[in-house]
């Protein structure tokens, strides 16, 4: 169990995150590689298994197209719900390298402002607003999960 100052600085931590990128609710999906992915593509219609793994010559993330599948299957074609899934995903992100920060630094504060720091970073920017770019968060998350595991 997380100690309760420790949930509180992780509350804020994912309150900043969210705060940070608020504006990407009135992005729309681009005209690069989303109308590929996303928009144009049939395959992430639908949530059946054998569908999903035939979609996996275009490109092969396979659990970045189950997000988008997920994505499709709540929201449709509305972009606001795939940059409400980059939004949590970036949360969930910044959250775990929080957790990570505090194991390797062994001080909350230090973890805080650590994760503070990863949140607002701008590097992040192109990764939580580009629908296209969503294999980064996935990844990263996995990633951070690995270690904390």
Do not use: Q
Not at 22 to 36: I, K, M
Not at 78 to 87: M, R, S
Not at 88 to 114: E, N, P, Q, S, T
């Amino acid at each position: 169990m997380i100690p309760r100052a420790r949930r509180i600085l992780l509350a804020l931590l994912v309150l900043l995150s969210l705060a940070v990128y608020a504006d990407v609710f009135g992005n729309r999906f681009t005209n690069w590689d989303d109308e590929h992915l996303i928009v144009k593509n049939t395959m992430i219609r639908s949530l059946d298994p054998l569908r999903l793994l035939r979609s996996f010559h275009l490109s092969y993330p396979p659990l970045t197209v189950f997000t988008h599948c997920l994505d499709y299957f709540f929201w449709g074609l509305n972009p606001v719900g795939y940059h409400v899934t980059d939004l949590l995903l970036y949360a969930l992100i910044v959250a775990a390298f929080y957790l990570l920060a505090g194991r390797i630094a062994g001080d909350a504060r230090a973890a805080f402002a650590a994760a503070a720091l990863f949140a607002v970073h701008p590097l992040h920017v192109e990764s939580v607003a580009w629908l296209s770019s969503r294999k980064d968060g996935v990844a990263m998350l996995c990633y951070l999960a690995a270690f904390l595991g």
